[in-house]
């Protein structure tokens, strides 16, 4: 399969997908869990992000400090530009903080250069986009196991019928993207950052291309591979109904964390963001 052709398109997304996965001479980064466990999948120690310069600074994250826990799922909630996908995007290695530091595991990723970097992300962190971004040519099947692919690895298959079974789509491995239905094909990206057991898997905005019934079957997927599975998931969203099936939402305001919430419940939400004015969370 000539499968990194396909992913060098215009498309931001795929592009940034190629980024993720590329195959070079990065050598695999072992999954240090079994020897050292910090209690945290990932953290930020007074994280600081400035956009831009002078008159056009921005400050997106403003000092913050936040443990994101194991074998659980979180959701980031927040109005827009309080900082959530810059906060999720530090935290997943994808952009450079301007000061701070932040862990996956115990690795300080600001320690990182760029190779170790994008072996980093390659190998212990998942993502998923709102768009799904799945290659339009592969089948279900095919999209779900190309990090495997991509990165040259032996499948576990095991590993790989757990993912199919968690998702539920068994019988519709040999359908291409245009033949599954939004929330199907959200599912197969899902199953594709699962694929490589990362340690955290960090989803954007995963249910806003969907419908509310997509919605929950995805939003029931990522539960279950948090309960079944012990994944961590961290994700942005505006909906409170996508935040109460978290374990945890965490709400920013102006680049800072402002409020935490446990069991969150659609309700909860709702009356926090009230109570904190984030009502035009998005
Ligand atoms: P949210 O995800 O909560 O909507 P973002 O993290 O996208 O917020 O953005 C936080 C702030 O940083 C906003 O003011 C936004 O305009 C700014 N910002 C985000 N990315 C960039 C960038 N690449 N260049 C300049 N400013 C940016």
């Known amino acids: 399969m000539s499968m990194p052709g396909t992913l060098s398109g215009g498309d931001p997304g795929q592009i940034l997908m190629a980024r993720l996965w590329c195959r070079d001479s990065v050598a695999p980064v072992t999954n240090n869990t079994s020897t050292t466990l910090s209690a945290a999948a990932a953290r930020a120690v007074g994280v600081t992000k400035i956009y831009g310069e002078g008159s056009t600074q921005v400050v997106a994250l403003d000092d913050v400090s936040v443990e994101l826990d194991r074998s659980r799922f979180t959701a980031i909630m927040g109005p827009s530009g309080s900082g959530k996908s810059t906060l999720m995007h530090c935290l997943a290695g994808l952009d450079s903080v301007t000061a701070g530091q932040v862990f996956i595991g115990d ?3 600001t320690s990182l250069d760029d190779k170790a970097l994008t072996a980093l ?7 998923v986009f709102q768009s799904f971004n799945l290659v339009p040519t592969l089948t279900a099947l095919e999209n779900i196991r190309l990090p495997l692919d991509l990165a040259g ?6 590993w790989v019928d757990t993912v199919i079974d968690t998702i539920g789509l068994r019988d519709r491995l040999n359908h291409r993207p245009t033949e599954l ?3 199907q094909q959200q599912r197969v990206a899902c199953a594709r ?3 490589s057991r990362p340690e955290v898997i960090f989803a954007d905005e995963p249910t806003g291309n969907l419908d509310s019934r997509s919605s929950a079957e995805v939003l029931g997927f990522l539960r279950r591979s948090v309960d079944e599975t012990g994944q961590t998931i961290v994700i942005v969203t505006h909906d409170p109904g996508a935040a109460s099936y978290a374990d945890r939402a965490l709400f920013l305001a102006d680049g800072r964390i402002v409020e935490s919430l446990d069991d969150p419940t659609s309700d909860r939400v709702l009356d926090l963001m009230k109570k904190l004015d984030l009502s035009q969370a998005g």
């Not at 992300?121 to 993502?127: A, K, L």
């Open 107 to 109: 690795t300080d990723l």
């Open 121 to 127: 992300r390659r190998d212990r962190v998942g993502f």
């Open 153 to 158: 690895r032996q499948s576990d298959k095991e």
């Open 181 to 183: 239905s939004g929330g």
């Open 193 to 195: 950052a699962m694929i």
